[in-house]
């Protein structure tokens, strides 16, 4: 059996927990939730994130990640997390600005000139003094997620000037900053829930709404409203905050291990991120048109030993993954195979998986398992 470099880090974990027995404390789970599909930018940072923690808790503490809105829509997880009942929460400063008031100064409207310069505040003494701003609220902010420049798309028009915004019904995020700004451009506002987007433009409920470019194409937005207007009126960031409840229960050294390991995921979700920004909607399309297609395939043709009719509907995807990894490699300077690795196994490399596999073959596999769970051992 061949382990994800993820998989082997939890049986690392878990086997280090069995091996020092009654030594170590229990394990305890933390649930952490995000309204984003699997495999978003964000998800995958807080997964990062708690690779992390497990791995420098040495298994005593895990984060299970609950995506695709499993404990509720956004404002619901907000309020779940402020009473405890989730532990960690990414969620957008426009939304959780209607309990911690001081963040919504990072929601106003052409307040950022790039990305560059949200970075530049967000990681010096205003954003810190911002994080720490939550915690008379019941959070503690530990980390800012990037969530892009947000724009207006719609299903009615093209918006070239200011009066083709008149009368557009566009969603917006259940802020009371985004509705005043939304009707000040003369367009109708509509708070709705993230999840409930979709089946708003699909039965007209709304003529449009207004999101970053990953989330417009991820979440098949643009097939229903087609025409997307790069006004990137503000660049509201998301941020990661805990439960006091949640924050009061860890040790300090704990606490030091979480602040760490989001800071460090906060870079890793700034690659992903741009990683993200980088593949346009047509390869998106193409590539879940021929997973789908491939994933038939497998389903049906394989029973009939039709290994040629499954290899006509393989060869597309391949392309696909190969247009990305292009695409990712001239952004990363890295060559395609590890681009494409490194996005979902940070710092894995061709040289690395080649070292496993030469272990595999030589047999020296259990010696490389146990020098690990040695290591884990001395830094416990």
């Not at 600005?97 to 963040?103: I, L, Q």
């Not at 106003?108 to 609220?137: N, W």
């Not at 395609?336 to 030469?358: N, S, W």
């Amino acid at each position: 059996m061949i382990f994800s470099g993820t998989a082997f880090r939890r049986l690392v974990a878990a086997a280090c927990l069995v091996i020092a027995g009654s030594g170590v404390a229990a394990a305890r789970e933390f649930r952490a939730a995000d309204t984003q599909d699997e495999g978003y930018p964000t998800v995958r940072a807080l997964e990062f994130m708690g690779r992390l923690i497990a791995e420098r808790s040495n298994g005593r503490n895990q984060i299970r990640v609950f995506h695709s809105r499993q404990l509720g829509e956004e404002r619901e997880t907000i309020e779940q997390t402020r009473v405890g009942a989730i532990d960690i929460n990414r969620t957008n400063v426009a939304l959780i600005g209607a309990f911690v008031p001081s963040v919504n100064v990072l929601a106003m409207p052409f307040l950022f000139r790039s990305a560059e310069h949200l970075h530049k505040v967000l990681d010096g003494p205003i954003g810190q003094e911002i994080l720490a701003s939550f915690e008379p609220f019941g959070f503690v902010g530990l980390t800012f997620y990037d969530s892009g420049a947000r724009s207006i798309y719609n299903s009615v028009r093209p918006v070239r000037q200011l009066s083709d915004m008149k009368g557009l019904k566009i969603r917006v995020q259940q802020s009371q900053l985004m509705v005043d700004m939304i009707r000040a451009i003369g367009a109708e506002p509509l708070e709705l829930p993230y999840g409930q987007v979709g089946t708003g433009l699909a039965t007209r409920l709304i003529d449009g709404a207004e999101n970053n470019w990953p989330s417009y194409i991820t979440t098949g937005h643009y097939k229903a409203a087609g025409y997307y207007t790069l006004t990137e009126h503000t660049m509201s960031p998301e941020v990661v905050v805990m439960s006091r409840k949640a924050w009061d229960s860890l040790s300090e050294d704990d606490k030091s291990v979480f602040r760490q390991a989001a800071r460090e995921s906060n870079i890793f979700m700034r690659r992903q991120w741009q990683a993200a920004n980088l593949i346009p909607a047509k390869l998106v399309e193409a590539k879940s048109l021929a997973g789908t297609r491939c994933e038939h395939a497998w389903r049906t043709q394989r029973h009939a030993n039709d290994w040629a009719g499954f290899l006509a509907n393989w060869k597309p995807l391949v392309e696909c993954v190969r247009q990305e990894a292009t695409l990712l490699a001239e952004a990363t300077g890295l060559s395609r195979y590890d681009a494409l690795v490194d996005r979902f196994e940070p710092g894995m490399t061709t040289a690395i998986i080649e070292q496993y596999y030469a272990a595999f073959n030589a047999g020296d596999w259990p010696a490389m398992l146990a020098a690990k769970l040695m290591k884990c051992q001395l830094c416990g």
